[in-house]
């Protein structure tokens, strides 16, 4: 049968169900695909799973003792008894769905191929810059400080943002939790974090994979690192994330109730490379549609993210130099390079002033993401 080519469609919602092989600019070359056979699927030892319950009470030295190691060693963990609502959870699930469930016309309204407003529905990833596209569609939506965003967000379906703010407040009573421990973990002042932050910013996605019916070809997401400092993740029943383990994929199943936080690049170097920014992706699958929703944190525009000084010594000199959130995005739009997932190369022993003042920025090819910007000396 013939491939189909690329499609009028402008989301994949909106085409998938119609074609029953993966468009050609959907399937990614040979030595660059899932390889589904040889992926591990997680057990309890793989991706930490930790119990919040008595972080403020008896438990909260071990408590803290296991997030520090989960950073530490696998970027990933799991949490469970985190303080959001069973109810608020389920809320935020259904009018994803609901919301991507709205017909053509409706969901258009809130369409947008470009990366810079606050409030978009989209597919893929940039489709204005990127070769091949992913197996997704995806609403982005800015959501702190609330009131200056909520007025941007869909009406529709009407309790929208009444639903999608409840849980954005509650996320954010979650974050700010675990920065704490965070901050405590790496034997930093509790709040140290939270001040070295500016004042805030949060983010969120609501991602939609549509069954795929070729998933071994494509990709929802391919390989990457969060950009920002922490992610906090909510997915339905549907496995699909993939975490790279020893240079293997671990497939991470979900757990009602429970979410998967990962470190982001901003953390590792708030941490000096104690804390790791961890490779991971998102697969599709034939049978069912699923959907994610990570919150993005990160620090507001203006803040200076550097190593804190506490975690510089004679054996452990500064990794980064210091940059803002605001310089670090301009100048990685200019080269044209992924932000949210952006491409991270390794940088002959210089800072990013220095490289991209000298340098012109080239990405080769076939690199989908790679380890790191910002480092002061490469590994
Ligand atoms: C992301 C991400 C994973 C998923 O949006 O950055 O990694 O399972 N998503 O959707
Ligand atoms: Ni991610």
Excluded at 366 to 371: E, K, S, Y
């Amino acid at each position: 049968m013939a491939t189909p080519t690329a499609s009028t469609k402008l989301l994949l919602s909106d085409l998938a169900s119609t074609v029953q092989n993966v468009p050609s600019n959907y399937i990614r070359p040979i030595n660059d695909r899932p390889n589904l056979t040889q992926v591990e699927v997680s057990d309890a030892s793989s991706i930490p799973l930790i119990d919040l319950d008595g972080l403020y009470g008896p438990r909260h030295s071990e408590i803290i003792q296991q997030i520090g190691l989960a950073c530490q060693h696998d970027g990933f963990f799991q949490v469970r008894n985190h303080g959001v609502p069973e109810k608020t959870i389920n809320i935020m699930l259904n009018i994803a769905r609901r919301f991507f469930k709205l017909p053509e016309s409706e969901r258009l309204k809130s369409y947008s191929d470009e990366p810079s407003k606050t409030t978009r529905l989209s597919t893929s990833f940039n489709v204005k810059t990127e070769k091949v596209a992913n197996w997704r569609d995806f609403l982005r939506l800015h959501c702190y400080p609330l009131e200056r965003y909520v007025h941007e967000w869909p009406t529709n379906p009407p309790s929208f943002r009444e639903d999608v703010a409840e849980y954005c407040t509650s996320i954010r009573g979650l974050v700010l939790r675990l920065l704490e421990a965070i901050s405590e973990s790496l034997g930093l002042q509790r709040d140290y974090i939270d001040k070295s932050l500016g004042k805030h910013a949060q983010h969120m996605a609501l991602n939609y994979y549509p069954p795929c019916p070729q998933p071994e070809l494509t990709y929802g997401l391919p390989g990457h690192t969060d950009p920002n400092l922490i992610t906090i993740l909510l997915q339905d029943d549907v496995p699909g994330l993939q975490v790279l383990r020893n240079d293997k994929w671990v497939a991470v199943n979900p757990i009602p109730n429970t979410f998967i936080i990962n470190i982001g690049d901003q953390m590792q170097v708030l941490s000096n490379d104690r804390y790791k920014s961890v490779l991971h992706r998102a697969v599709v699958n034939c049978n069912k549609e699923r959907i994610s929703i990570p919150t993005f944190y990160c620090p507001s525009p203006d803040a200076l993210i550097g190593p804190a000084k506490e975690l510089i010594d004679h054996n452990h000199p500064a990794a980064y130099t210091d940059f803002t959130c605001a310089e670090y995005h301009e100048k990685f739009w200019k080269r044209r390079v992924y932000i949210y997932m952006h491409l991270i190369i390794n940088v002959d022993n210089k800072s990013v002033g220095d490289r991209i003042d000298s340098n012109p920025f080239v990405i080769p090819e076939n690199l989908t993401a790679r380890h790191i910007i910002l480092k002061k000396n490469s590994d």
